[in-house]
């Protein structure tokens, strides 16, 4: 009970903090509304500029990267372009486990927001352990072996600690959130976010900054974020783009983020064009296709087809057709012990025994 009082008071602190940050809209999400009555009103300038605005100003000014992930994740259908910041200031996660609090009161009363607890679980993980930052840039390496024009860069895994994250250095310029200095650049960009989501399957919405030399090599530089994007996203994503369909679902809003992201720094190029070949598809799940007799026959002859069983003969439909019919049911020998006379006689047998044995 101690502990719950706790935990209580630190969500009121947390709260009056983001109402000092003019984001009194915290208070308003379920699961939250209780801690009104604890938080004294203010003078909000919350009509000066929009709620997206004033997340990204909430996210510029803040040094600690787990209140940003906190932030990101809890108003993540509000939030429409990713913050981005060159280094992360304060990696302590003191307050870790009252973000984790507030996921879960805000779950109990709107199921919605699992998906972005389940990703803030995974940047605080990533934000604890560099090993696990390095994990991802790999990640997207695998992702990207069949583009020519990415610049690669390396993780030195034999100075990667827990605590910090190295890589082979470069001679390369860095950018954050502007523009690319030549359009082939931005196309080079561009295309290679289509790829990665359209191809691979990853969507990347956020990054630390872009790295790019005078070859006009490009790439993502540390992403912090990406999330598997299956047929659902891939369609929704062409909607939006030829349609613009509003997103109604988490990795959506994640889609249009990362989506308004990549505009920023590529304003010159016309993504409708570019990604003509993309855009014009449907596309649906992969079908697992059985396999082959050529495949069977060889894992028979080295003894590997033991999980494999052979499909059991069924009866054929024509040979009960018969007994779908309530009549013929009755005549089937196997029911005639259903009869009323046989009850009756069996009733009275049991009642004779009774009586007199």
Same mark, same amino acid.
């Given at each position: 009970?101690?502990?719950?009082?706790? $935990?209580?008071?630190?969500?009121?602190?947390?709260?009056?903090?983001?109402?000092?940050?003019? /984001?009194?809209?915290?208070?308003?999400?379920?699961?939250?509304?209780?801690?009104?009555?604890?938080?004294?009103?203010?003078?909000?300038?919350?009509?000066?500029?929009?709620?997206? *605005?004033?997340?990204?100003?909430?996210?510029?000014?803040?040094?600690?990267?787990?209140?940003?992930?906190?932030?990101?994740?809890?108003?993540?259908?509000?939030?429409?372009?990713?913050?981005?910041?060159?280094?992360?200031?304060?990696?302590?996660?003191?307050?870790?486990?009252?973000?984790?609090?507030?996921?879960?009161?805000?779950?109990?009363?709107?199921?919605?927001? $699992?998906?972005?607890? $389940?990703?803030?679980?995974?940047?605080?993980?990533? /934000?604890?352990?560099?090993?696990?930052?390095?994990?991802?840039?790999?990640? /997207?390496?695998?992702?990207?072996?069949?583009?020519?024009?990415?610049?690669?860069?390396?993780?030195?895994?034999?100075?990667?600690?827990?605590?910090?994250?190295?890589?082979?250095?470069?001679?390369?310029?860095?950018?954050?959130?502007?523009? #690319?200095?030549?359009?082939?650049?931005?196309?080079?960009?561009? *295309?290679?976010?289509?790829?990665?989501?359209?191809?691979?399957?990853?969507?990347?919405?956020?990054?630390?900054?872009?790295?790019?030399?005078?070859?006009?090599?490009?790439?993502?530089?540390?992403?912090?974020?990406?999330?598997?994007?299956?047929?659902?996203?891939?369609?929704?994503?062409?909607?939006?783009? #030829? $349609?613009?369909?509003?997103? *109604?679902?988490?990795?959506?809003?994640?889609?249009?983020?990362?989506?308004?992201?990549?505009?920023?720094?590529?304003?010159?190029?016309?993504?409708?064009?570019?990604?003509?070949?993309?855009?014009?598809?449907?596309?649906?799940?992969?079908?697992?296709?059985?396999?082959?007799?050529?495949?069977? *026959?060889?894992?028979?002859?080295?003894?590997?087809?033991?999980?494999?069983?052979?499909?059991?003969?069924?009866?054929?439909?024509?040979?009960?057709?018969?007994?779908?019919?309530?009549?013929?049911?009755?005549?089937?020998?196997?029911?005639?012990?259903?009869?009323?006379?046989?009850?009756?006689?069996?009733?009275?047998?049991?009642?004779?025994?009774?009586?007199?044995?």
């Amino acid at each position: 009970m101690i502990t719950d009082f706790l $935990q209580s008071i630190k969500i009121i602190n947390l709260s009056k903090k983001m109402v000092e940050l003019n /984001l009194p809209e915290f208070l308003n999400i379920s699961g939250l509304r209780g801690y009104q009555k604890f938080v004294r009103k203010q003078k909000s300038n919350s009509q000066d500029s929009s709620l997206p *605005q004033r997340l990204q100003n909430a996210l510029s000014l803040s040094q600690d990267a787990y209140f940003r992930a906190f932030v990101s994740e809890l108003f993540y259908d509000y939030l429409d372009c990713p913050c981005l910041k060159e280094k992360d200031g304060s990696d302590s996660p003191a307050q870790v486990e009252v973000y984790r609090n507030v996921f879960h009161k805000v779950i109990m009363s709107d199921s919605r927001y $699992q998906a972005a607890y $389940q990703n803030f679980s995974h940047q605080v993980d990533m /934000l604890s352990d560099k090993r696990l930052a390095a994990s991802e840039i790999e990640e /997207l390496f695998s992702a990207e072996i069949n583009n020519k024009n990415i610049l690669v860069y390396e993780v030195d895994w034999a100075h990667t600690t827990k605590e910090n994250l190295e890589i082979y250095p470069l001679k390369a310029e860095y950018t954050t959130n502007q523009s #690319l200095p030549t359009k082939v650049m931005e196309e080079r960009l561009a *295309q290679l976010w289509a790829e990665l989501f359209f191809e691979s399957s990853k969507l990347i919405y956020g990054w630390q900054s872009i790295i790019y030399n005078e070859d006009a090599e490009i790439n993502f530089y540390c992403p912090k974020y990406m999330l598997s994007a299956d047929s659902l996203l891939k369609n929704f994503a062409c909607a939006h783009i #030829l $349609q613009s369909r509003r997103p *109604q679902h988490y990795a959506e809003y994640k889609f249009v983020l990362g989506l308004n992201g990549l505009k920023q720094l590529c304003p010159s190029v016309n993504i409708k064009e570019l990604w003509a070949n993309y855009l014009n598809k449907h596309y649906k799940m992969p079908q697992k296709s059985a396999p082959s007799a050529d495949y069977m *026959q060889k894992m028979q002859e080295v003894g590997l087809s033991a999980g494999v069983s052979k499909a059991a003969d069924l009866t054929p439909l024509s040979h009960i057709k018969e007994l779908h019919f309530s009549k013929n049911l009755q005549k089937d020998r196997r029911f005639k012990n259903s009869s009323p006379l046989v009850i009756l006689a069996i009733a009275l047998m049991i009642y004779v025994l009774l009586k007199y044995f």
